[in-house]
């Protein structure tokens, strides 16, 4: 991709440090985390991005959707503030719809962060 990023992506981190996204994607395997590393990178060259690769799930709340090997789906939850993409919560889908304890830890780490945390 040419010229520079739009969006400078940054790991959700606790109070205790740790970066949930970035420690899930090391769990998964490389081809999983090449596929999600790449979508990921689509968003911060080409912000802002609708279906199918992005989806807004509601105010400053968005999924990147990535397809992986064996029909498996990705979700990364994301939230955007000037040109910051930070990375809340990951997950391989297992249902159509996302689950409500998924979106509840998004929108928590979101709020989180939007207060400064």
């Known amino acids: 991709m040419n010229g520079d990023p739009i969006l400078t992506i940054v ?28 979508d990921i990178k689509l968003v911060q060259f080409r912000w802002p991005l609708g279906m199918p690769l992005v989806r807004k799930v509601e105010p400053d709340l968005w999924e990147v959707r990535s397809h992986l090997t064996g029909g498996r789906i990705a979700r990364v939850l994301f939230t955007v503030r000037g040109h910051q993409m930070t990375l809340l ?26 207060n400064g945390w």
Do not use: C, Y
Not at 26 to 36: G, Q, T
Not at 96 to 104: C, G, H
């Open 11 to 38: 790991f959700f981190r606790t109070h205790m440090g740790r970066e949930p996204v970035r420690e899930w994607l090391k769990s998964l395997d490389k081809n999983d985390r090449k596929a999600i590393g790449e």
């Open 89 to 114: 919560h990951g997950f391989i889908k297992k249902s159509r719809k996302t689950p409500a304890n998924d979106l509840k830890l998004a929108r928590s780490r979101r709020d989180l962060w939007q």
